[in-house]
Protein backbone atom coordinates (compact mmCIF):
# COMPACT_ATOMS: atom_id res chain seq x y z
CA UNK A 1 0.00 0.00 0.00
CA UNK A 2 1.53 3.47 -0.79
CA UNK A 3 1.72 6.19 1.40
CA UNK A 4 2.23 9.36 0.46
CA UNK A 5 3.76 12.55 2.86
CA UNK A 6 3.55 16.11 1.87
CA UNK A 7 5.75 18.17 3.66
CA UNK A 8 7.94 21.89 3.47
CA UNK A 9 4.89 24.49 3.54
CA UNK A 10 4.76 27.42 5.34
CA UNK A 11 4.20 30.96 5.57
CA UNK A 12 6.38 32.86 3.01
CA UNK A 13 6.05 36.27 1.31
CA UNK A 14 4.77 37.34 -1.84
CA UNK A 15 7.51 36.50 -4.37
CA UNK A 16 9.08 34.02 -2.30
CA UNK A 17 10.05 30.39 -3.08
CA UNK A 18 8.86 26.92 -1.63
CA UNK A 19 9.80 23.54 -1.92
CA UNK A 20 7.35 20.81 -1.13
CA UNK A 21 7.97 17.66 -0.82
CA UNK A 22 6.36 13.91 -1.43
CA UNK A 23 7.64 11.12 0.23
CA UNK A 24 6.87 7.99 -0.61
CA UNK A 25 6.51 4.23 1.30
CA UNK A 26 5.37 1.12 0.51
CA UNK A 27 5.83 1.27 -2.81
CA UNK A 28 7.75 2.82 -5.65
CA UNK A 29 7.05 5.69 -7.06
CA UNK A 30 8.47 4.08 -10.51
CA UNK A 31 4.95 2.49 -10.82
CA UNK A 32 3.00 5.68 -10.66
CA UNK A 33 1.80 8.49 -12.24
CA UNK A 34 2.15 11.73 -9.70
CA UNK A 35 -0.31 15.03 -9.69
CA UNK A 36 -0.03 17.97 -7.24
CA UNK A 37 -3.28 19.72 -6.34
CA UNK A 38 -3.88 22.10 -4.22
CA UNK A 39 -7.34 23.74 -2.29
CA UNK A 40 -7.57 27.46 -1.59
CA UNK A 41 -10.30 28.75 0.78
CA UNK A 42 -13.32 28.73 -0.40
CA UNK A 43 -12.12 27.47 -3.79
CA UNK A 44 -12.83 23.87 -5.53
CA UNK A 45 -9.33 21.64 -5.20
CA UNK A 46 -7.64 21.91 -8.88
CA UNK A 47 -4.85 20.13 -10.06
CA UNK A 48 -1.65 22.54 -10.22
CA UNK A 49 0.87 19.64 -12.02
CA UNK A 50 0.72 15.58 -13.18
CA UNK A 51 3.61 14.24 -14.15
CA UNK A 52 3.51 10.89 -16.23
CA UNK A 53 4.96 7.71 -14.89
CA UNK A 54 8.34 7.74 -17.12
CA UNK A 55 8.90 11.31 -15.91
CA UNK A 56 9.17 12.66 -19.40
CA UNK A 57 5.11 14.22 -19.65
CA UNK A 58 4.73 16.74 -17.22
CA UNK A 59 2.06 19.52 -17.32
CA UNK A 60 1.47 22.53 -15.43
CA UNK A 61 -2.07 24.56 -14.85
CA UNK A 62 -1.58 27.66 -16.39
CA UNK A 63 -1.57 30.13 -13.61
CA UNK A 64 2.04 28.12 -11.94
CA UNK A 65 3.83 27.87 -15.67
CA UNK A 66 7.41 29.57 -15.17
CA UNK A 67 7.12 29.15 -11.34
CA UNK A 68 7.03 26.26 -10.47
CA UNK A 69 8.68 23.09 -11.34
CA UNK A 70 8.75 19.61 -10.30
CA UNK A 71 11.28 16.53 -9.59
CA UNK A 72 11.80 13.20 -8.75
CA UNK A 73 14.64 11.45 -6.78
CA UNK A 74 14.24 7.78 -7.73
CA UNK A 75 16.78 6.74 -5.15
CA UNK A 76 15.07 8.85 -1.85
CA UNK A 77 11.75 7.82 -3.79
CA UNK A 78 10.41 11.31 -3.16
CA UNK A 79 8.78 14.23 -5.48
CA UNK A 80 9.38 17.80 -5.06
CA UNK A 81 7.44 20.45 -6.16
CA UNK A 82 9.18 23.79 -6.25
CA UNK A 83 7.33 26.52 -6.47
CA UNK A 84 8.76 30.12 -7.06
CA UNK A 85 8.12 33.95 -7.44
CA UNK A 86 4.65 33.06 -4.43
CA UNK A 87 1.39 35.05 -4.65
CA UNK A 88 -1.38 35.33 -2.60
CA UNK A 89 -3.20 33.23 -4.83
CA UNK A 90 -1.08 30.12 -4.30
CA UNK A 91 -2.23 29.98 -0.96
CA UNK A 92 -4.02 26.66 -0.25
CA UNK A 93 -3.54 22.93 1.38
CA UNK A 94 -1.56 21.56 -1.37
CA UNK A 95 -1.91 17.52 -1.90
CA UNK A 96 0.59 14.95 -3.64
CA UNK A 97 -1.27 12.17 -5.29
CA UNK A 98 -0.53 8.93 -6.85
CA UNK A 99 -1.88 6.77 -9.92
CA UNK A 100 -1.04 3.06 -10.74
CA UNK A 101 -0.32 3.35 -14.07
CA UNK A 102 0.77 -0.05 -16.16
CA UNK A 103 4.03 0.01 -18.44
CA UNK A 104 1.60 0.56 -21.11
CA UNK A 105 0.45 3.52 -20.12
CA UNK A 106 3.53 5.08 -19.00
CA UNK A 107 3.24 8.32 -20.59
CA UNK A 108 -0.35 8.96 -18.84
CA UNK A 109 -0.27 13.04 -17.18
CA UNK A 110 -3.27 13.43 -15.60
CA UNK A 111 -5.51 14.13 -13.10
CA UNK A 112 -8.27 11.99 -13.23
CA UNK A 113 -9.04 8.84 -10.21
CA UNK A 114 -5.96 9.41 -8.62
CA UNK A 115 -5.56 6.20 -6.76
CA UNK A 116 -3.47 7.37 -3.50
CA UNK A 117 -3.57 10.88 -1.45
CA UNK A 118 -1.43 12.45 1.17
CA UNK A 119 -2.62 14.63 4.04
CA UNK A 120 -1.59 17.63 2.69
CA UNK A 121 0.99 20.68 3.71
CA UNK A 122 -0.45 24.35 4.02
CA UNK A 123 1.09 27.14 1.85
CA UNK A 124 0.45 30.27 2.72
CA UNK A 125 1.63 33.77 0.58
CA UNK A 126 0.97 36.56 2.63
CA UNK A 127 3.07 39.40 4.01
Known amino acids: QLQLVESGGGLVQPGGSLRLSCAASGASLDYYAIAWFRQAPGKEREGVVC????????NFTNSVKGRFTISRDRAKNTVYLQMNNLSPDDTGIYYC????????????????????WGNGTLVTVSS
Open 51 to 58: MSRSGTNI
Open 97 to 116: TAKSISIALRWYCGYDAMDY
